[in-house]
């Protein structure tokens, strides 16, 4: 099933960009529950560019996913690795795009995990690897990484609040072995900046925690300060 979702718009002739003449792509990568959504949407809003969601509700196998990891994992994620190649023009062609939750994610955090919890098999991870290193070599390098860390603790109240049926079932487990892999893959990412954001310390829903982290952001992609 191909992604219906559309690219943003460009941005308009003269709106503000954090860059000099370029307009970047910034991704946002966290945990499940930590707060990046909520990061993304408000770091969009406060530098003047277009947010592109993650399109998990367009996943036809992600409910059954979650009621059964083993038989739909590689259906899940494949979808996923899949849709996200499929955006990459757009949002190459685009730019000036906060992107929460890019491909880079489905592949380096989500296929290992899978694959330590029984949920792939060997196989169907060396279908995954190859699918996405045949790909990734032509996807342009995002201008900044924004990772999002909290705590399993945190995430699974996040969860709660956030009240999606589909996420009921995950467990502390799921969400430690995740946090591990993220851990490795944002220490590891050496295609972009970083910028870390501990949500913990600063909530993304705080508007001066969003000022502050626009103005690391800006300074990482060498635009002006405001």
Do not use: C
């Amino acid at each position: 099933r191909a992604s219906n979702q559309q690219m943003p718009p460009a941005p308009a002739q003269g709106q503000a960009s954090p860059g000099h003449g370029h307009a970047p792509l910034t991704i946002v990568a966290g945990n499940i529950g930590a707060g990046k959504s909520t990061a993304s949407a408000a770091l969009a809003r406060e530098l003047g560019l277009r947010l592109l969601p993650e399109p998990f509700e367009e996943n036809p196998h992600l409910d059954d996913y979650y009621r059964d990891p083993v038989a739909f994992g590689y259906r899940t994620q494949r979808w996923f690795i899949e849709t996200e190649l499929a955006r990459q023009p757009g949002i190459a062609a685009r730019r000036g795009v906060v992107q929460d939750r890019a491909i880079y994610e489905k592949a380096e955090v989500f296929v290992p995990v899978m694959a330590e919890r029984g949920e792939l098999s060997p196989a169907e991870v060396g279908e995954l690897t190859r699918l996405y290193e045949r790909s990734i070599a032509r996807v342009p390098d995002p201008d900044l990484l924004v990772y999002v860390g909290a705590g399993e603790p945190d995430a699974v109240r996040h969860l709660a609040a956030r009240g999606r049926a589909a996420e009921r079932g995950i467990g502390l487990d799921y969400l430690a072995a995740l946090e591990r892999a993220y851990e490795r893959f944002s220490t590891s990412w050496a295609r972009s900046p970083v910028v870390r954001l501990d949500a913990l310390r600063h909530d993304p829903r705080d508007p001066d925690a969003v000022r502050h982290l626009a103005a690391r952001v800006r300074a990482a992609l060498g635009a002006p300060a405001r």
